[in-house]
């Protein structure tokens, strides 16, 4: 008697399960396609300030079908003023599957001796505790104006912990610094979002004939960086 009525809950679960099931599904797909997304091109451009950004294209297909006309496009590239810019390109099939893709745009001035790429000189050093460790190869940081003789840094240590290290991009220290006339380098703000906190300070020359820099960062705990920066 007992095992009958202990089957019979087992039914009735097995009902209700069944009939949840069928509930939670109802009004979707059986079978769904994922749509397919691809860029043409670089995926990272640099292009002039004041020249065109021409977006070298997209393809998008759903179970074979070309469906690139349904692609959603969001860009906030501005030509006319240098910076680091996302074109976002989006497409969701009926059942609210998506697939995502981006592209970088980073705009420079050609007439500005101060922006563009460098690469840190792999005699560069960090002084601790009186032993000096060299950076042993080279990093690439990006310089960028801000319109106002200040200039935008995405590592103020050239890679040291960012691209040396292995930590990733919270551990760049990035900032701003000013570049005076006479070639001067003076720091206005540094941050470094994996341990939230800044530079000790910043002094250096920047050298508009061979386009480099002469950098000492001073980090926490006394560290120094002393760091050349060659433009590519």
């Keep these: 008697m007992k095992k009958n009525i202990f089957y019979t809950i087992l039914l009735a679960l097995g009902v209700i399960t069944l009939a949840s099931c069928d509930k939670d599904t109802e009004g979707l797909s059986r079978i769904t396609y994922y749509p397919v997304l691809e860029l043409a091109g670089d995926t990272y451009m640099v292009i002039d300030k004041g020249s065109t950004f021409t977006d070298p294209g997209y393809t998008a297909t759903l179970d074979g079908e070309d469906v690139s006309d349904q692609v959603v496009v969001t860009s906030n590239v501005n030509t006319s003023q240098s910076g680091v810019y996302t074109v976002t390109y989006s497409i969701v099939n009926s059942d609210g599957i998506a697939a ?15 922006e563009g790429f460098y690469l840190t000189s792999a005699d560069s050093y960090r002084l601790y505790n009186g032993a000096q460790v060299a950076y042993g190869r080279s990093f690439e940081i990006l310089i960028i104006g801000n319109g106002d003789g200040t200039y935008s840094v995405d590592d103020l240590l050239g890679g040291w912990y960012c691209q040396r290290a292995g930590y990733g991009t919270n551990y760049a220290m990035s900032g701003v610094i000013a570049v005076a006339d006479d070639g001067t380098v003076s720091l206005v703000d540094s941050y470094i979002p994996g341990w939230g906190d800044g530079l000790m300070g910043l002094s250096g020359t920047f050298n508009a004939d061979s386009k480099s820099f002469s950098i000492m960062a001073e980090y926490v705990s006394g560290m120094q960086f002393y760091q050349t920066w060659n433009k590519e």
Excluded at 100 to 114: G, H, K, Q
């Design 100 to 114: 995502n893709s981006s592209r970088t745009v980073v705009v420079l001035d050609p007439n500005d001796a101060v």
